[in-house]
């Protein structure tokens, strides 16, 4: 048995692997983008269903071992790769743009645990190529991922999921489902890609002013903004944008909605304009 050399828990519960598989709804006009393969649990079944597969895996034992077994397989293909370093965008766009047309591409993944947030924000920027991402997170993540304003749980992954996707939780996984069994609780997320995001905002501003805003997280909005890069300490400009968005400053970013960000983002916008 092929193991990993970098922590991954592998699912080995096959109740588990089939309710993960029958939650994506996977058919025969889908490209699947499956990060983290690791041993093939889920590979195996989304081959089986899937028009094309990407299977993106960073370990270069397991990535051998599964070019091995999808030898065979033309639609299937396994690149050795790190997620957070490789082209995603250019990977979907080179299968999309081939003689096979594909109606959906999907992300479907047991995500790798120590790097499951940044991976997250990479799906959220190619958010648009995809029509949903079913992903096993930990159950932590998870609630980061549905959180509503004023929650302990509410943070910018929470801003920035809710911004590209319709994020649920689905149900919830114990450690023995995997292998080894990890110290945490797990969830599988459903997050529906919006065809239109809910909220009209620059997502390169948005997502600036987002962090900007939960950088001092106990601190006000004004004193979080005015220490910002994106303001340098210029307090008039800070006070224009908030007043721009009719935003009290002395509010904490934890209790903004993502409404209220894009106002801000968009006041920003009308502000540097402005100046300029």
Not at 190 to 214: I, N
Not at 230 to 250: C, E, K, M, T
């Amino acid at each position: 048995m092929v193991m990993s050399k970098l922590g991954q828990n592998f699912l080995v519960d096959l109740s588990v692997r089939d309710e993960i598989i029958r939650s994506a709804g996977v058919d025969s006009g889908d490209l699947v983008v499956e990060i983290g393969p690791g041993r093939g649990m889920l590979t195996r079944p989304l081959a089986e269903r899937a028009g094309g597969l990407i299977a993106i895996e960073v370990d270069p034992e397991l990535a051998g071992s599964l070019e091995r077994v999808f030898a065979g397989s033309s639609h299937v293909q396994v690149v050795h790769a790190d997620i957070l370093e490789c082209d995603l965008g250019r990977l979907v766009r080179e299968c999309c743009s081939g003689v096979k047309t594909y109606s959906r591409v999907l992300a479907v993944s047991n995500l790798p645990y120590c790097i499951t947030t940044p991976i997250l924000h990479r799906l959220f920027a190619e958010a648009p190529i995809f029509s949903s991402f079913v992903l096993m997170v930990q159950l932590e993540v998870a609630q980061k991922l549905v959180a509503a304003p004023g929650t302990s749980a509410y943070g910018p992954l929470s801003v920035r999921a809710q911004y590209a996707t319709a994020p649920r939780i689905l149900f919830t996984v114990e450690p023995a489902a995997f292998d080894p069994p990890p110290a945490v609780q797990s969830a599988v997320v459903r997050m529906d890609v919006w065809s239109t995001p809910p909220v009209e905002a620059d997502p390169s501003q948005l997502v600036a002013m987002v962090g900007a805003g939960f950088r001092l997280r106990r601190k006000t909005l004004r004193n979080s903004l005015l220490g910002s890069s994106l303001f340098g300490g210029d307090s008039r400009a800070v006070d224009d944008v908030l007043s721009q968005a009719g935003i009290d400053g002395r509010r904490r970013a934890e209790t903004l909605s993502l409404e209220e960000f894009a106002a801000i983002a968009r006041a920003r916008g009308v502000c540097k304009a402005s100046d300029g």
